[in-house]
């Protein structure tokens, strides 16, 4: 059977990613892998879900935890991400909060709520891979958001051709790949840009709590209820997730927004799974109505320690011309190579005889440009294994300079 013919065109956009195809080869033990960005296990809050889970399934409690729920999410989980938004500067109430499976799912309902095929999604010059995996079932064209340029928003709007631009995407706080932030400037700009341009702005906070160093910056949200008065005149929705702090197996999510905006994410939600786990959801509420902060506090002295020990390797073992970001939060550490060295060949090459791991840069630009750059991330891996994976990372690139 000629399966290509039965399925609808939008598939033809959804390619399975050579590099997610060779990332599964890094099962072996002996592959020091700084590939994946995900949280290390040994850091999850596993006691607190263990009691989490048990008083969910106790008697009183069974029959709402195991039962079908509403869309919109466990009111007690909502309350405590009106209390968190709250305190990020964000002023909301219950009805400005969906709960998603995971900030993935947000991102694939918002981009079913906002394109149509031909329309236009301003993305960073690298962006989250993810993002635009699932923005891609839509269809859209991407074009470069980069606040830092003086592009005009009427550049922006003909460059859309026939579509028009419906959002700007950006992940703001030490994102994936790149762990740069968005200074608060370039925030403010994002939102004139916006205005002019009247399309939204999703603002990916999937690291937001994971701040090691320097000020927080309030969130682009916000920034612009500070000039709009309030959410519900706002163009900016903000896409949240316990994934990075809490756990991410238990795919819990949410958006903050309009409420006009989130009532028709509740439609989508409800013909697409009608609502997220409810005993997850429970769980997730009472691990951080009783620990968010004293839990985030402790993953993050691990995780600053070893962006540190990352940065210092790469200091000591990086050949000259190679140039790296130094991330404030997050995962993550982006390098840049001369411009006629490929990443995806040196990863071919460092997982033969290396045994390093690493994600090519290129995979993150909707254009397929940056095949000198790569994401490090150093989340999963303790100091003295990430001195000697840079180290030969360090040794591989030297090599391949003096070639
Ligand atoms: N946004 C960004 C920037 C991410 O890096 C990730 C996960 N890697 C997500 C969203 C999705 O995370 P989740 O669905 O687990 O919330």
């Not at 939008?10 to 590939?35: C, G, H, T, V, Y």
């Not at 000039?227 to 316990?242: E, Q």
């Not at 000198?372 to 150093?378: A, D, E, K, V």
């Amino acid at each position: 059977m000629d399966w290509q013919q039965i399925f609808a065109a939008r598939n033809e956009r959804m390619k399975a990613s050579e590099i997610r195809e060779l990332l599964k080869l890094l099962e072996q033990p002996d592959i020091i892998s700084f590939a994946g960005g995900i949280p290390d296990p040994d850091l999850f809050p596993a006691k607190a879900f263990q009691e989490a889970f048990s008083a969910a399934l106790t008697p009183e409690m069974q029959a709402t935890a195991l039962q079908y729920s509403v869309s919109e999410g466990y009111g007690p989980l909502r309350d405590w991400i009106v209390g968190e938004m709250g305190r990020l500067g964000v002023p909301c109430t219950r009805d400005n909060i969906l709960i998603t499976s995971g900030s993935q799912q947000a991102l694939d309902y918002l981009g079913k709520l906002m394109l149509s095929a031909g329309d236009t999604a301003l993305v960073g010059w690298p962006t989250y891979l993810g993002a635009l995996g699932a923005f891609n079932a839509y269809e859209p064209r991407y074009d470069r958001l980069d606040p830092e340029t003086n592009r005009s928003a009427a550049d922006y709007a003909e460059a859309a051709g026939d579509g028009r631009v419906k959002f700007a995407y950006m992940s703001v706080d030490f994102a994936n790949p790149t762990g740069k932030t968005l200074d608060a400037a370039m925030r403010e700009r994002v939102i004139d840009l916006a205005d002019e341009l009247d399309i939204a702005v999703i603002e990916d906070a999937a690291y937001q709590s994971l701040r090691y160093e320097g000020e927080a910056l309030s969130p682009v949200l916000a920034r612009e209820i500070v000039r709009k008065g309030d959410i519900n005149a706002c163009r900016t929705i903000y896409c949240g997730s316990f994934s990075k702090t809490l756990a991410p197996g238990l795919r819990v999510g949410w958006v903050c927004g309009a409420q006009e905006v989130i009532s028709q994410l509740v439609l989508l939600k409800q013909a697409a799974d009608l609502h997220s786990s409810t005993i997850n959801q429970m769980a997730i509420a009472t691990v951080a109505q009783a620990q968010f902060d004293s839990h985030v506090a402790k993953i993050k002295t691990a995780y600053r320690a070893r962006r540190d020990a990352m940065l210092a390797a790469l200091q000591t073992h990086m050949p000259d011309g190679v140039s790296w970001t130094r991330p404030e939060g997050g995962m993550f550490i982006w390098l840049e190579l001369p411009t006629h060295l490929r990443s995806a060949d040196l990863l071919a090459q460092s997982l033969r005889s290396e045994r390093v791991a690493f994600v090519p840069g290129h995979a993150f630009f909707a254009d397929g440009s940056g095949t000198n750059t790569m994401r490090l991330s150093f989340s999963r891996t303790d100091e003295a294994v990430i001195e000697e994976g840079i180290a030969r990372l360090g040794r591989l690139i030297a090599a391949a300079l003096e070639a």
